[in-house]
């Protein structure tokens, strides 16, 4: 069954700016919104004020005939598409056509009277065609399918929309009156200029407010993180703080917001230290409390044994002994292990320690004891230095060589090395004993653990102290297979700048 892994929750840097970036990407929007609907009418009625103009320059163009017949007069030379009663019609310019008629000049001053406003014109993107009908509804002059603007009529104008010839139009008609008859004039222009400028405004007002916002972000951004400058200060505070140190945090910087969640971790820090510091004495005590009474009980021991001269009496009296040293054995190992805490030192204990010279001082106690076990030991150190506590490291290393020199048959070797791999000091003890069981590597570390085949003499602790004095050192302990043949690697790194 795969195991799930907790959700990581965002960071603070984060969440405030996914609760400013929606609101500000609404009221953008919204800006947006307003904006358009402020600028869009008032451009819609310009261009219905010029289309307007042209409807009444076409009106002006309306003459009656002295017979009474309406028609449309032309001034200016070209074809005239409407021409007065009796006159020659003239054909209008090759490849036009009569639905795209030609946009009057861009003027809109209401004096203003084009003359060239008939002539056939094909736009790419603007159409303008018109019509001018009578009362009755017949057309008097353009394209007589044009619709008339329908509505309310303002100052004899009419706007309205339409759709004529597969084009959508903007259409505006004109109501007046030549020689006392209703005239209508209807202009109409395709909204493709008018949807193209809409267009470039909402561009450039979207573009503007984006710019803006990505703006007011930034300014958020940068407010954020000088906001959050005292947090971060107080994580790097945590994070240089040493493994060991239970000390309370400093209050001053911390802001108010930060400042229960500090005073808790105080605290528990507090707590923390008072038991440890409980357990630690207890554990002190203890130890000094049977140490005095074992060496008592040894030494009556090797008075009765030096008086009693039966054998079995002597066998009795020899494991006694046995019993006692290693009760003596593990009251040592207890206060060495409470001892080892990261909390029973602080900071003004590590020192800088030659790792070959301690080798060499671990060596020389131990040797006489590996001879005594037929054991070959030795030594292959290149210079290396760490920071730490010598009475540590010292017995650290007692407890990984007394392990291996338990568990090394007679005739084995046993080495000691010591250097530096990709920068970072270690330390080995390797044996050429019957090794560590991949499946036992992790379990051989806990207190009082005992693995399989163990001749019953240790007290399940030296792995242990040396689990926790490298923790108190922030180096790793590694159970690895030896480099040639069966047995044991034991191995401690430090870190790079130990």
């Excluded at 907790?6 to 929007?29: F, H, N, Q």
């Excluded at 009569?98 to 809109?108: C, D, H, K, Q, S």
């Amino acid at each position: 069954m795969s195991r799930s892994h907790p959700r990581r929750a965002p960071s603070i840097r984060g969440r405030l700016l996914g609760y400013l970036l929606l609101p500000l990407v609404l009221l953008l929007i919204a800006s947006i919104w307003a904006d358009h609907r402020t600028y869009v009418t008032p451009m819609y009625d310009i261009f219905d004020r010029a289309l307007s103009h042209s409807a009444v320059a076409i009106a002006s163009h309306v003459q009656k005939a002295p017979d009474g017949r309406l028609y449309v007069d032309r001034q200016d030379p070209g074809p005239p598409l409407i021409h007065p009663p009796g006159a020659e019609p003239m054909p209008p310019p090759p490849g036009d056509e009569p639905f795209e008629r030609a946009r009057p000049p861009g003027r809109l001053d209401p004096e203003y009277r084009p003359m060239s406003w008939m002539r056939f014109y094909s736009g790419a993107r603007e159409t303008f065609v018109y019509r001018v009908s009578l009362a009755d509804g017949s057309t008097l002059a353009g394209e007589e399918g044009l619709p008339i603007a329908t509505g309310r009529i303002v100052d004899n104008l009419t706007y309205g929309d339409a759709h004529y010839k597969q084009r959508s139009l903007r259409i505006a008609s004109y109501h007046t009156e030549v020689g006392g008859q209703p005239v209508i004039v209807t202009v109409g222009e395709t909204v493709n200029r008018r949807d193209a400028v809409v267009r470039r405004l909402d561009t450039v007002v979207g573009l503007s407010d984006g710019i803006q916002l990505a703006l007011v972000l930034g300014v958020c951004l940068f407010g954020i993180t000088v906001a959050l400058r005292p947090i971060n200060r107080l994580r790097d505070q945590i994070m240089r703080r040493e493994p060991q140190s239970l000390q309370p945090l400093a209050l001053e910087p911390v802001p108010g917001e930060v400042r229960p969640l500090v005073e808790s971790l105080n605290t528990l820090l507090v707590t923390v230290r008072d038991s440890t510091l409980a357990q630690q004495h207890f554990l002190t005590n203890a130890a000094h409390q049977l140490r005095t009474p074992l060496t008592g009980l040894k030494a009556q021991l090797e008075v009765l044994a030096s008086e009693i001269q039966d054998n079995a009496q002597q066998e009795r009296i020899s494991r006694l002994q046995g019993s006692v040293d290693r009760l003596a054995h593990t009251a040592n190992q207890l206060l060495a292990l409470a001892r080892a805490e990261p909390s029973a030192h602080g900071p003004g204990d590590f020192v800088a320690i030659q790792l070959d010279s301690l080798i060499g001082a671990v060596v020389s106690s131990l040797l006489d004891r590996a001879l005594a076990h037929d054991i070959d030991l030795g030594a292959e150190c290149e210079p290396a230095q760490v920071h730490g506590v010598y009475w540590l490291l010292h017995e650290l290393l007692i407890n990984l060589l007394d392990n291996a020199i338990r568990h090394t048959p007679k005739g084995g070797n046993i080495t000691l090395r010591c250097g530096r791999h990709a920068g970072a000091p270690y330390l080995e003890v390797e044996d050429s004993g019957p090794g560590v069981p991949p499946a036992e590597r992790e379990r051989v570390r806990e207190r009082f653990y005992r693995a399989a085949g163990s001749d019953g003499q240790s007290s399940g602790l030296g792995l242990a102290i040396v689990e926790e004095i490298a923790r108190a050192h922030r180096a790793r302990f590694e159970i690895l297979d030896a480099l040639e043949g069966t047995g044991a690697r034991m191995r401690i790194e430090f870190p790079a700048n130990a």
